[in-house]
């Protein structure tokens, strides 16, 4: 027994312990529901009945067995009319986030943590044509065989992004897998998927699914439900990733009624003004236990103009906490990469100059913790925590002018644009718990910025992301990122596009499509889980400099993909590999250069593949390369072969170090003590 809670029995059958409810009288307390157990794991609690004597909370009836797993019913509820409470985007009970109620149930803190498949999924309803196409012949650039020109798709199936436009709303995209963006419009999943289905009324729930090959994850509102099918619609959603597919694949589904199964979770029913809950503990919440409902999505802004700027706020020693999500709030493509992102954060920081945020903590925020948006100069983020991030930690997303969309074009010269951001000594980590595209850092149409002492680990996909190759000039150093990737495939711990044309003055200070180095030295990563290397330059990524890091594990050292080229790797250890690059064809003048690197690799066999011969000869010298017999490949021929044809000039085949060995290259490569 407890307080609120009496042990009336065992019975046989549910009647009699209502009965037994009914009859009971102790102590001047009288029972005001009970739990029955029909059936409970290894019959812990089969048969027995409990009354429930403390009226404060109202228990709700429930399954007692729910998808095989026996449940001991502790739900109540409470009426919120008198607070005022119209809804409930979220929910945190001491401190916690609350799960909103789900299948199959998990804490989205730790994962997406399901492997549903739909019976089916419903085709595409949006236009497959934009209303209009943007695709000058100039500026153009000349420096590959790929993405020459700019290109963006205005309305169409972009109408539900904002703005209305975007590179994969055109009928010009390039890369791997490209295609006009398109989504499903729905799904069928019966009571074989959904064991608790069919629903009363759905209408409202979402839907979380992956993109097929996790590249991003997708939310959708569901708007109707056939029941007799399992078929439903949805309202709106899908808009949480620039890329496209014609289905999804896993899914959850939340915000279901019948799916409040499992202690700590809740539901709220915005009919009656009910909030549900799964109390994870013995009989009603505590009259201590302190309920939260976070409702707003920035807690501040800061906005100026670039020809009046806010200038010198300084943000010292403040904790950031409990926005609601924004997930389903408008979106935008910001640039040729994959991402679609929202302009907001929990602080957003717009037209400034020499802001700076010092020793804060951002915790337990379910949208973007900082955006920095449009003109800014002088950003510094430093010696700061994020932690329980919904999306993103660090955004940085600016402008472009010369389509007819404000914002979005190729001119870059008129510096409405993050620049100069100090990105200093912060520890980011367990971000990504909605949406999964999502990165410690994250930059479009930005440049000249500093990522530099950070320490990342525990995301869902890249740590770092350019979206973009806008401008350059941009610089990673001594940082340590680990366990990127844990829950998406087809990326790195730091991962870059390049697929659009633009135009700043970067380089040289005159305007010119070329871009300034992007340099990428003296770091520490791991690429574990679903890494395919720890520089993922992906379609286009060109004038990279990556030299003097520690990389460790995936399949690849350097990549250079669809159309990427100029990117140089040198002087770095690559340890635990398949093999030492992956690179697509170059232009003459414009090859790919793989020298002076410490190769360790798991196996014997190719220790690169890259263009063997002819213009645009991938170059490639001075390697040291180990693996377990010293039988190392090149271009068809075994190294020594390859050579004595006057190719890869001073490369050594080695046996595979010692770790010892291996540990005494990283503490000289960094200077670590």
């Not at 994020?386 to 993103?392: L, Y």
């Not at 620049?419 to 994250?442: A, D, M």
């Not at 990737?485 to 044309?501: A, I, L, M, T, Y």
């Not at 460790?552 to 770095?572: E, I, P, Q, V």
Request: hydrophobic share 30%.
């Amino acid at each position: 027994d407890t307080a609120t809670i009496k042990f009336l029995g065992i019975f046989n059958t549910t009647e009699q312990c209502q009965t037994q409810c009914l009859a009971f009288n102790r102590d001047g307390l009288v029972c005001h529901s009970f739990t029955y157990h029909e059936a409970a794991l290894d019959n812990l609690w089969a048969k027995q009945c409990f009354a429930v004597v403390d009226e404060t909370w109202q228990p709700t009836a429930e399954n007692n067995i729910v998808s095989g797993k026996v449940t001991t019913m502790n739900i109540w509820s409470a009426d919120t009319s008198s607070f005022g409470v119209s809804s409930i985007p979220g929910l945190r009970v001491n401190g916690g986030r609350a799960i909103r109620a789900r299948y199959p149930n998990g804490n989205p803190e730790f994962g997406f943590n399901s492997n549903l498949l739909a019976k089916s999924w419903l085709p595409p309803t949006l236009p497959s044509e934009p209303q209009v196409e943007v695709n000058p012949d100039t500026p153009s650039r000349d420096t590959s065989d790929s993405f020459r020109h700019y290109q963006l798709g205005i309305g169409g199936p972009c109408q539900n992004f904002v703005p209305p436009a975007g590179y994969w709303c055109g009928n010009h995209t390039e890369g791997g897998g490209a295609f006009t963006y398109r989504i499903p419009s729905g799904f069928v999943a019966d009571k074989s998927i959904l064991p608790n289905s069919p629903y009363k009324d759905p209408t409202g729930a979402v839907v979380q699914a992956w993109r097929p090959g996790h590249w991003a994850s997708w939310m959708f509102e569901v708007g109707s439900y056939d029941a007799s099918s399992g078929t439903f619609k949805f309202s709106r959603g899908g808009f949480q990733g620039a890329r496209g597919a014609n289905s999804g694949d896993n899914f959850y589904i939340e915000n279901v009624f019948e799916e409040l199964d499992s202690p700590s979770e809740w539901f709220f029913d915005e009919n009656f003004h009910t909030l549900y809950l799964w109390y994870n503990g013995t009989g009603q919440p505590p009259a201590e236990t302190v309920f939260e409902i976070p409702n707003l999505k920035t807690l501040f802004t800061i906005s100026g103009t670039q020809t009046n700027p806010v200038k010198g706020v300084s943000f010292l020693g403040i904790g950031f906490k409990d926005t609601t999500y924004t997930y389903m709030d408008p979106h935008g493509m910001p640039s040729g990469g994959d991402w679609a992102f929202q302009r907001l954060g929990a602080l957003f920081i717009s037209g400034t100059e020499n802001v700076t945020i010092d020793n804060c903590i951002f915790s337990r925020l379910d949208g973007n913790a900082i955006l920095i948006s449009d003109y800014n100069r002088h950003t510094t983020i430093q010696k700061s925590e994020f932690v329980w991030i919904g999306d993103t930690a660090i955004g940085a997303w600016g402008n472009a002018h010369g389509s007819p969309i404000s914002g979005m074009g190729w001119d870059g010269t008129k510096g409405d644009q993050p620049r100069f951001t100090q990105i200093k000594y912060n520890l980011v980590h367990e971000l990504g718990i909605w949406e999964k595209q999502s990165s410690f850092y994250f930059q479009a149409k930005s440049c000249q910025n500093t990522i530099i002492g950070n320490i990342f680990f525990n995301g869902p996909r890249a740590g770092i992301n350019f979206n973009d190759g806008f401008g350059g000039g941009s610089e990673l150093t001594e940082n340590l990122l680990l366990n990127t990737c844990r829950e998406s495939g087809d990326h790195g711990p730091f991962n870059s596009w390049d697929r659009q044309v633009y135009v700043t003055d970067v380089l040289n200070g005159s305007p010119s499509v070329i871009k300034a180095n992007d340099t990428i030295h003296h770091n520490f990563i791991i690429a574990n889980y679903n890494s395919q290397e720890a520089i993922d330059n992906d379609d286009g990524s060109c004038y990279y400099e990556t030299h003097h890091n520690f990389f460790a594990y995936s399949g690849n050292g350097m990549k250079s993909d669809f159309g990427g080229h100029d990117n140089y790797h040198h002087d770095n250890i690559y340890a635990y590999v398949g093999q030492g690059f992956s690179l697509s064809s170059q232009l003459e003048g414009h090859e790919d250069y793989f020298y002076s690197n410490k190769l360790v690799m798991d196996n014997d066999g190719v220790y690169g593949q890259g263009t063997c011969q002819g213009a645009g000869k991938t170059v490639v010298y001075d390697n040291q390369v180990f693996s377990p017999t010293a039988a190392v490949k090149e271009c068809g021929m075994t190294l020594k072969e390859w050579q004595a044809r006057g190719n890869d000039p001073g490369t050594t085949a080695n046996v595979t170090p010692s770790d010892d060995q291996v540990v005494g290259w990283i503490e000289a490569l960094l200077e670590i003590a």
